[in-house]
């Protein structure tokens, strides 16, 4: 079986709910990244997953009072979370420049692509033996 990448931006997905195609029609992924922050994206994303699919939460989101966690269950979905610290600190700490006291991070980065090969960065960081790619989105 071929391994197949699809990358899909939220506002694609409601464009097709308004041109007649309702959410329950479309297609369902493996893995769904969710990086709204909001209760309403992070619903769509839940709904977008296969039944035992992944939801990768980029994002902290106050689900609030009427968090449904039904489809969750009812899926069995899984979750997983990105760790969140002051953005202040580990910028300050990438950017020691001495040898002896830098993170030297760049020692897990597999490979790096441009944004314009973003599909193909997707399917190299798909790989087992893999640990991390990097996508620049600059020139």
Same mark, same amino acid.
């Given at each position: 079986? #071929? ?9 694609? $997905?409601?464009?097709? #709910?308004?041109?007649? #195609?309702?959410?329950? /029609?479309?297609?369902?992924? /493996? !893995? ?7 209760? &309403? ?15 990768? $939460? ?6 609030? #009072?009427?968090? +449904?966690?039904?489809?969750? !269950? @009812? /899926?069995?979905?899984? !979750? ?6 002051? @953005? ?15 993170? +030297? ?13 973003? &599909? ?12 991390? !790619?990097?996508? @620049?989105?600059?020139?």
């Amino acid at each position: 079986v #071929e391994n197949v990448v699809t990358c899909r931006h939220i506002d694609t $997905l409601r464009r097709k #709910e308004v041109e007649g #195609e309702s959410e329950s /029609d479309l297609q369902k992924y /493996d !893995v769904v990244v969710d990086a709204t922050g909001s209760p &309403e994206g992070m619903s769509l994303a839940a709904s977008l997953c296969r039944p035992m699919g992944t939801l990768v $939460l980029k994002s902290t989101c106050a689900a609030g #009072e009427k968090f +449904n966690a039904a489809p969750f !269950v @009812i /899926d069995e979905l899984r !979750v997983v979370g990105s760790r969140c610290g002051p @953005i202040d600190v580990a910028l300050q700490l990438l950017a020691i420049q001495d040898k002896d006291k830098s993170l +030297n991070v760049t020692k897990y980065v597999t490979k790096t692509f441009p944004l314009k090969q973003a &599909e193909e960065a997707i399917q190299c960081a798909a790989k087992r033996e893999v640990m991390k !790619v990097q996508i @620049i989105c600059k020139d």
